[in-house]
């Protein structure tokens, strides 16, 4: 989901944000192209809900922004020392009842067995298998690799449009039941915005231009890889979308890795789907403006772990994934681009798997698939 506000600034909403929210970023799943057009095309319901996300998500930024002025403690140095490689899965899901008040009423511990209440356990079972994918095929312990307890607030708000990560937390909205479901429907949104965090906690990319399309993607990435893992899917199974179910609609999901600009086509409030596949449909947004297109043309770095997923066939996680985990966590810094991650993800290959091993080949291939290299 999204960085600085993947619903911040635009040009057409005043007051949606500004070309600064990379510093202050709150992550989300919808982007500000989807909220614009349900605004100009919805009904009088809808637009109403898209403008209080971009309301709300204007008030996130600030306090995150407030929050992080703030002198901290040094927490760390005061705690007991944790062995970052052994296994330490806590999660705690949240009810905001409706509110806007963080983290809300506790619904679930970690030892605590299902509620009956869907988005709770969507939240709490899609936290535990993206805890999964990354502790047991690369032995990362949560999101910072230190055991962080795992936080999470389903029912924020009245028909919030959204979820996302603030820099602290997951929190999910109920969807308006017209033109999105639940947030908590889809695993890969549960997982898209939890990678945010370990993003953050790594490279930490900036949310702006390329580095930020990298941070959605790295998120889109994984996202998928957690839902494949989840279903026992190889590469050529799985349909490499995400958010299939929480757009309503048959045929409608909110990106394609596989066919980036196809994920949604002649939507009756969102239009069509303006992802490019390859540099030849880049768009140099202004920065205040999606943050200069980290939602557009984050599809070129999707669809290149896509092609590389594919040439290399099986389990995505387990060779593709790896590398670019790797890239992710050694060979990127914050401001990283398209180019710098293609010849990252490159080393990484040839580290991993050898010089001219298959593994290299798949990933050198894949990026002048999408005219980056």
């Not at 915005?193 to 930490?204: D, F, M, P, R, S």
């Amino acid at each position: 989901m999204s960085s600085g506000g993947v619903v911040a600034g635009t040009a057409r909403v005043r007051g949606a944000g500004s070309w600064a929210d990379h510093r202050h970023p709150v992550q989300c799943i919808v982007p500000p192209y989807m909220l614009e057009a349900i605004i100009a095309s919805g009904s009088e319901a809808q637009r109403r809900a898209a403008l209080e996300v971009l309301r709300r998500s204007d008030l996130l930024r600030q306090q995150r922004a407030l929050a992080q002025a703030q002198p901290r403690l040094d927490l760390e140095s005061m705690a007991p020392s944790v062995d970052a490689h052994s296994s330490r899965r806590v999660r705690r899901t949240y009810d905001a009842r409706h509110g806007d008040s963080l983290p809300g009423v506790l619904a679930r511990g970690e030892s605590d067995g299902p509620t009956g209440d869907p988005a709770v356990d969507e939240a709490h079972d899609g936290a535990g298998a993206t805890w999964d994918l990354y502790w047991q095929e690369y032995k990362r312990n949560s999101l910072d690799d230190r055991g962080k307890i795992i936080d999470q607030t389903v029912h924020y708000g009245e028909r919030f449009d959204n979820a996302f990560w603030n820099g602290e937390q997951m929190v999910y909205g109920d969807g308006d039941g017209e033109i999105f479901a639940r947030f908590t429907i889809d695993v890969d949104i549960i997982a898209h915005e939890l990678t945010h965090g370990v993003t953050q906690y790594e490279a930490n990319l900036r949310y702006w231009y390329q580095s930020g399309a990298l941070n959605e993607s790295f998120s889109d990435v994984f996202a998928s890889l957690v839902k494949q893992r989840l279903l026992g899917q190889e590469a050529a199974q799985a349909d490499w979308l995400i958010g299939a179910g929480v757009l309503l609609g048959d045929q409608y999901a909110l990106r394609s890795l596989k066919a980036p600009g196809t994920a949604y086509v002649h939507h009756p409030a969102l239009g069509t789907d303006p992802q490019p596949a390859t540099m030849d449909g880049y768009r140099e947004l202004p920065a205040w403006d999606d943050n200069g297109g980290v939602h557009i043309n984050s599809g070129i770095p999707n669809h290149a772990f896509y092609l590389a997923a594919m040439e290399l066939g099986g389990q995505a996680w387990r060779k593709a994934g790896l590398i670019w985990y790797r890239a992710l966590c050694n060979e990127l810094d914050a401001n990283a681009n398209f180019l710098r991650a293609a010849q990252a993800t490159v080393r990484v290959a040839r580290a991993e798997f050898g010089a001219g091993s298959v593994e290299e080949r798949a990933v050198t291939k894949a990026w002048p698939g999408v005219k980056v290299l």
